[in-house]
C-alpha cells in the first residue's frame, strides 16, 4: 500500500511540474527530486524516465520527439 501510495504521489508531481512546460525525465528529477544528495539524481531520473514512458502509454504525458532518455516530454 506504501509503494503504490507513493508512485502515485510521483506521478502527481510529474504531472504537475510537465503542466508548468516541456521538460526532460533529468530536469523533471531536478525540480521534484529536491531533497536528495545529487549523486542520487542519475537514478531519480531513471526513474522518472519510467514514470514517462507509463504515462505516454495511458496517454497522459508524451514526447516532443521519439521517446528517448533525453527527450523532452509534456502534457498530452
Known amino acids: 500500500t506504501w ?3 507513493h508512485r502515485k504521489g510521483r506521478e502527481k508531481e510529474i504531472l504537475e511540474t ?18 536528495v544528495n545529487p549523486a542520487l539524481l542519475p537514478a531519480a531520473a531513471r526513474n522518472v524516465f519510467a514514470h514517462l ?9 508524451k514526447p516532443t520527439q521519439d521517446i528517448e ?5 509534456e502534457i498530452s
Open 3 to 5: 509503494l503504490i501510495t
Open 18 to 35: 510537465l503542466s508548468q512546460a516541456p521538460d526532460t525525465a533529468e530536469g523533471l528529477a531536478r525540480k521534484i527530486y529536491t531533497d
Open 53 to 61: 514512458v507509463d504515462l505516454t502509454g495511458r496517454g497522459l504525458a
Open 69 to 73: 532518455f533525453t527527450s523532452p516530454f
